[in-house]
């Protein structure tokens, strides 16, 4: 089959699972798009899991625990049934071995809600098979984008590829005030600081340039865009973008278009923007 699209999501707070947003409406537009085109699975790059040395690591734990939530209800998300796909899991190993990365299964990894907070958004009747990919804890730009490239065929597979990261993501710069004492995740009482005003927009132009070769240098050196630092104080958040980078970065990849589908500001300074590469009718047409 055609390579599926690939979603790069800005996943924000923890509170962008209690509240209702325009990310969260595509994210359920996704998965409803992802299930009607009868994905068999979902492969995911977070951005809290790295390995604890110089290495990658697929989740494989066949009962993964939910670690905790702040800002947000049990109710909305301690009975969701995480479905790990520990047969994927490894065969994720094989390519990423196969490609020369230090690869391993990780059996004993539970989730966080940097995936399973898309998860449960995406898929509100039922978790997909799911595997999850860890970040090597050097976080260099083209390590990922090569983790990316090394996954891809599953996107001729029948997988859905994703990285959940965030376009403009400091919470060193966030204004936590309206969040901690009223719970309001949304409230702009002043502007967003042009440094991340700047950095969103730059983040959109190298997207909205859509897939291909190109995609993955425009990726890898966002991480030199003078407003980096400001933008993102540490480097875990921006991987996942390098990650899909590499999965929606092949020569086949080009022209495939970019689209930023929707975003929400939270906390003045964080920007979610969400977007897709890629698109499930050029994957059906080809299917046909
Ligand atoms: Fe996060």
Request: charged share 20%; proline share 7%.
């Amino acid at each position: 089959m055609a390579p599926t699209p690939v979603h790069f999501f800005s996943h924000g707070s923890t509170m962008m699972l209690g509240e209702e947003s325009q990310s969260a409406d595509y994210w359920k537009k996704c998965g409803d798009e992802a299930l009607a085109n009868g994905i068999k699975g979902v492969v995911i790059m977070g951005a809290h899991w790295a390995s604890n040395d110089d290495a990658i690591e697929v989740a494989t734990n066949p009962e993964p625990q939910k670690s905790p939530v702040a800002y947000v209800h049990p109710s909305k998300y301690k009975d969701y049934a995480l479905k790990p796909d520990v047969a994927t899991g490894h065969r994720c190993v094989d390519l990423l071995s196969a490609a020369g990365f230090n690869a391993r299964a990780n059996p004993g990894f539970n989730w966080i809600h940097d995936t399973y907070l898309i998860l449960i958004r995406m898929f509100p009747g039922g978790c997909p098979p799911t595997t999850i990919v860890s970040m090597n804890p050097r976080y260099d730009p083209h390590y990922h984008m090569r983790v990316g490239a090394a996954l891809r065929p599953l996107r001729e597979q029948g997988y859905l590829l994703l990285g959940s990261g965030g376009a403009v993501h400091n919470l060193y710069r966030n204004v936590w005030d309206p969040m901690i004492k009223y719970g309001d995740n949304f409230a702009q009482t002043t502007p967003p600081g042009p440094w991340a005003l700047e950095f969103r927009q730059s983040v959109e132009d190298v997207l909205s340039r859509g897939g291909g070769p190109g995609l993955r240098r425009r990726v890898t050196r966002l991480m030199k865009h003078p407003l980096f630092r400001d933008a993102h104080a540490t480097d875990d958040h921006f991987m996942a973008l390098c990650f899909v980078s590499g999965a929606v970065g092949a020569l086949e990849d080009q022209g495939q278009p970019g689209v930023l589908a929707a975003e929400d500001w939270e906390l003045t300074n964080m920007c979610n923007s969400q977007f897709t590469i890629g698109t499930w009718s050029a994957s059906s047409t080809t299917v046909r």
